[in-house]
């Protein structure tokens, strides 16, 4: 009888503890910074979300899309503030359409907010109406705006902010398009230069949301990678989306695993054991190029996948996975794999993970770059960046 009694109060909403509390609603609000941008461009998609008329703090939101009518996709996960709030940046490749879910707690019932839909459109983007649509995001104009000469363009003007720096480049072609650079990016990015330097201008806004909340922006000659666990941006200088893939695996250059065949990578790809091929796999996502990089739990499932989908070859190209064999047993076969990141005339200069200190012989795993003879390569092979 107490039993029925406390169900059917809780279906009246009457209930104690807990499960009233739980029937509480949650309120989801999400706002996109702009709904029509021109491809390559960010969108900031902020919301709050309360319950009882206060904000939710600490509280799980997920961040999904469709293409049309498709199923929704989770794109990110975040927690919301002391004041109920988020914010998750995205560069959309396609007219997706968003929404952010609150999850359900022991108190609070789960909610989802309204969709909204962004629009790719075309035409010139000028440096006056890109900070225009970024409003606060680029904040105000700190300086006058700088004209350059920049190889491989027709004209290039650019102007800081108080919140990054706007760089309008006009192709050869006639095209106008202007492109955001911000943060610990900016930060290198200066460091090379800006648009007059190593990177030459950048050809999109930086692609965020990614592992460890990164973001990675490609320029002409090189790429920059930052994530929240860095202390510094990353840059690798060359051409090719294969960039992207090196600025994220220079960032990890010195990470030690915590205890044997025990890594962030590891946890990341839901494992345990030798991590080598993980911290490939890894670099690929965290850089926004998955689909370049077979992701498995197993060094033998990876490996039957590199040779069933790559191109494989003995030539050392940068971006190009080679396979060693570093196991001293009589057999030759391939049992380690690094990121060729410079080729030289007899030697390559790899970023390999669970491997040892550079010229050392021990066991102290980690993250490294390495300087290997030519000679020591098995095979390579060649990821569709």
């Known amino acids: 009888m107490v039993a029925v009694l406390v169900a059917a109060l809780v279906t009246t909403?009457?209930?104690?503890?807990?499960?009233?509390?739980?029937?509480?609603?949650?309120?989801?609000?999400?706002?996109?910074?702009?709904?029509?941008?021109?491809?390559?461009?960010?969108?900031?998609?902020?919301?709050?979300?309360?319950?009882?008329?206060?904000?939710?703090?600490?509280?799980?939101v997920v961040v999904e899309r469709r293409l049309g009518s498709g199923s929704w996709a989770k794109v990110a996960t975040t927690t919301t503030s002391s004041k109920g709030t988020f914010t998750v940046r995205q560069r959309p490749t396609k007219e997706y359409t968003y929404r952010a879910r609150a999850l359900a707690t022991a108190t609070r019932a789960g909610d989802s907010s309204p969709a909204r839909r962004v629009d790719l459109t075309v035409g010139a983007r000028t440096l006056a109406a890109r900070a225009k649509a970024l409003g606060s995001h680029a904040g105000k104009a700190t300086s006058s705006a700088v004209k350059a000469k920049v190889s491989g363009t027709k004209a290039v003007t650019y102007r800081s902010h108080s919140h990054g720096l706007l760089v309008q480049v006009t192709r050869t072609s006639g095209t106008v398009r202007t492109w955001f650079v911000y943060g610990d990016i900016l930060t290198a990015y200066r460091k090379q230069g800006g648009p007059k330097g190593a990177l030459g201008v950048?050809?999109?806004?930086?692609?965020?949301?990614?592992?460890?909340?990164?973001?990675?922006?490609?320029?002409?000659?090189?790429?920059?990678?930052?994530?929240?666990?860095?202390?510094?941006?990353?840059?690798?200088?060359?051409?090719?989306?294969?960039?992207?893939?090196?600025?994220?695996?220079?960032?990890?250059?010195?990470?030690?695993?915590?205890?044997?065949?025990?890594?962030?990578?590891?946890?990341?790809?839901?494992?345990?054991?030798?991590?080598?091929?993980?911290?490939?796999?890894?670099?690929?996502?965290?850089?926004?190029?998955?689909?370049a990089i077979p992701q498995h739990a197993s060094w033998a499932a990876f490996l039957k996948d590199v040779r069933a989908h790559e191109k494989l070859g003995r030539t050392p190209k940068v971006g190009s996975l080679v396979f060693f064999d570093t196991i001293s047993d009589g057999k030759t076969a391939a049992t380690h794999v690094g990121m060729v990141v410079t080729v030289k005339k007899s030697t390559i200069v790899t970023i390999e993970a669970n491997t040892s200190t550079p010229g050392s012989h021990g066991n102290g795993r980690g993250v490294y770059q390495k300087e290997r003879p030519r000679s020591w390569a098995l095979f390579y092979a060649y990821p569709s960046y």
């Open 13 to 60: 909403g009457l209930g104690v503890g807990p499960a009233h509390a739980a029937t509480r609603a949650s309120t989801t609000t999400l706002t996109l910074s702009q709904t029509h941008i021109r491809y390559g461009e960010m969108v900031w998609l902020t919301g709050k979300v309360t319950s009882g008329g206060s904000a939710s703090k600490a509280r799980k």
């Open 202 to 291: 950048p050809l999109a806004d930086p692609k965020c949301g990614l592992i460890e909340s990164g973001c990675v922006q490609r320029f002409q000659h090189g790429a920059i990678y930052d994530n929240k666990n860095t202390t510094k941006a990353s840059v690798a200088l060359g051409s090719g989306r294969m960039m992207e893939v090196i600025a994220a695996e220079k960032s990890q250059v010195g990470y030690k695993q915590k205890t044997y065949n025990h890594s962030k990578y590891n946890v990341w790809a839901g494992r345990v054991g030798a991590w080598c091929s993980v911290f490939q796999s890894w670099a690929a996502t965290a850089s926004g190029n998955r689909a």
